[in-house]
């Protein structure tokens, strides 16, 4: 049986939900999972790496997925658990105060081996991961987002808002995102695995600091175009800060006015957390795309997948005509 080769874009929770249902899938399927993530991260830990190596990825978004994608055995399970610690505070000047363990060795293993791709390959093998991650650039970028309602002091104006943390907090309608630098040289890995994809699965996630970043840096975004692979959008549980007022189908119209030429073949969207799906199923159709409804959802009620009903819910999709 050939190998499904799967894209998947985005970073933070939503992506490491994506690639836990993919890693149950994989055995399945016979999956070939690539994560591709944003490198945006100038928040937390990734925030202050970043002010102090400006010349390094931040590498929070990049160590999640590792850690999704970390083999089952308890070992490897253990491992991904380290890259996950936290240091707690143990002095007002504690320097390791809230760093992840996992963002300074990758940083540091950046620094040795001079090649991003080469430490996340690297700590891909030592947690035995079911995939490659990459980043979707092999530079950090900046993300700037003109804000109407931003500041509160001017709350009928459009201002502009820097970074991707304050964009991702950032109360009132964004109404653009941009790239700094606008046209980002992309991972060249992540260009060549695209153009050998069969699935490129966008979301969950923040859509306009975690999925829509992928389709402005150029390269990357010809690249999504052209390839031959069918493309899924997996839909979000709820609105957040950024996407607040936006419907299913306003998340769907914001990735064709990014990227116009972006054709979708399947949008997967959770059955209960639908507001509606007449609406939803035309913003679909606009796309070229069939609505698959699924309950999708934690069983607590929180707006965050299930990575085992994900993972229910994406057999038939990839592994349709097989």
Same mark, same amino acid.
């Given at each position: 049986?050939?190998?499904?080769?799967?894209?998947?874009?985005?970073?933070?929770?939503?992506?490491?939900?994506?690639?836990?249902?993919?890693?149950?899938?994989?055995?399945?399927?016979?999956?070939?999972?690539?994560?591709v993530?944003?490198?945006?991260d100038?928040?937390?830990?990734?925030g202050?790496l970043?002010?102090?190596r /400006?010349?390094?990825?931040?590498?929070?978004?990049l160590?999640q997925?590792?850690?999704?994608?970390?083999?089952?055995?308890?070992t490897?399970?253990?491992?991904?658990?380290l890259?996950q610690?936290?240091?707690a505070?143990?002095?007002?000047?504690?320097?390791?105060?809230?760093?992840?363990?996992?963002?300074?060795?990758?940083?540091?293993?950046?620094?040795?081996?001079?090649?991003?791709v080469?430490?996340?390959?690297?700590?891909?093998r030592?947690?035995?991961?079911?995939?490659?991650?990459?980043?979707?650039?092999n530079?950090?970028?900046?993300?700037?987002?003109?804000?109407?309602?931003g500041d509160?002091?001017?709350?009928?104006?459009?201002? %502009?808002?820097?970074?991707?943390?304050?964009?991702?907090?950032?109360?009132?309608h964004?109404?653009?995102?941009?790239?700094?630098?606008?046209?980002?040289?992309a991972?060249?890995?992540?260009?060549?695995?695209?153009?050998?994809?069969?699935?490129?699965?966008?979301?969950?996630?923040?859509?306009? %600091?975690?999925?829509?970043?992928?389709?402005?840096?150029?390269?990357?975004?010809?690249?999504?175009?052209?390839?031959?692979?069918?493309?899924?959008?997996?839909?979000?549980?709820g609105?957040?800060?950024?996407?607040?007022?936006?419907?299913?189908?306003?998340?769907?119209?914001?990735?064709?006015?990014?990227l116009?030429?972006?054709?979708?073949?399947?949008?997967?969207?959770? /059955?209960?957390?639908?507001?509606?799906?007449? %609406?939803?199923?035309?913003?679909?159709?606009?796309?070229?795309?069939?609505?698959?409804l699924?309950?999708?959802?934690?069983?607590?009620g929180?707006?965050?997948?299930?990575?085992?009903?994900?993972?229910?819910?994406?057999?038939?999709?990839?592994?349709?005509?097989?």
């Open positions: 049986m050939t190998r499904v080769k799967v894209v998947a874009f985005g970073g933070g929770h939503g992506l490491a939900a994506s690639l836990r249902a993919l890693r149950r899938t994989a055995p399945e399927l016979d999956l070939d999972i690539t994560a993530v944003t490198v945006g100038d928040g937390g830990s990734s202050r970043r002010a102090e /400006s010349a390094l990825l931040p590498p929070g978004d160590r997925a590792l850690a999704a994608l970390a083999a089952d055995h308890d490897d399970r253990q491992t991904a658990a890259l610690h936290r240091f505070q143990v002095s007002d000047t504690d320097p390791l105060a809230g760093h992840a363990v996992g963002n300074l060795l990758i940083l540091g293993l950046m620094e040795q081996l001079g090649d991003p080469a430490a996340l390959d690297h700590v891909a030592m947690v035995h991961a079911t995939g490659r991650v990459l980043p979707m650039a530079h950090a970028v900046g993300l700037e987002a003109q804000v109407r309602g509160p002091a001017r709350p009928g104006e459009v201002v %502009t808002v820097r970074g991707q943390h304050a964009v991702a907090v950032a109360h009132g964004v109404e653009a995102v941009r790239l700094t630098p606008e046209a980002p040289c991972c060249p890995e992540a260009v060549a695995a695209v153009a050998a994809a069969d699935w490129l699965i966008f979301g969950p996630g923040s859509w306009y %600091t975690s999925v829509i970043p992928h389709l402005l840096v150029p390269e990357l975004a010809r690249a999504i175009v052209a390839s031959p692979a069918r493309r899924l959008v997996t839909l979000n549980l609105a957040d800060a950024e996407t607040a007022g936006l419907t299913d189908a306003d998340h769907l119209t914001a990735l064709r006015r990014y116009p030429a972006l054709r979708v073949d399947v949008v997967l969207a959770d /059955s209960k957390a639908v507001g509606e799906p007449d %609406t939803l199923r035309e913003a679909a159709d606009a796309l070229g795309a069939h609505l698959v699924a309950p999708v959802q934690l069983a607590d929180s707006c965050r997948h299930d990575p085992e009903a994900l993972a229910a819910a994406l057999v038939p999709v990839l592994g349709a005509d097989r």
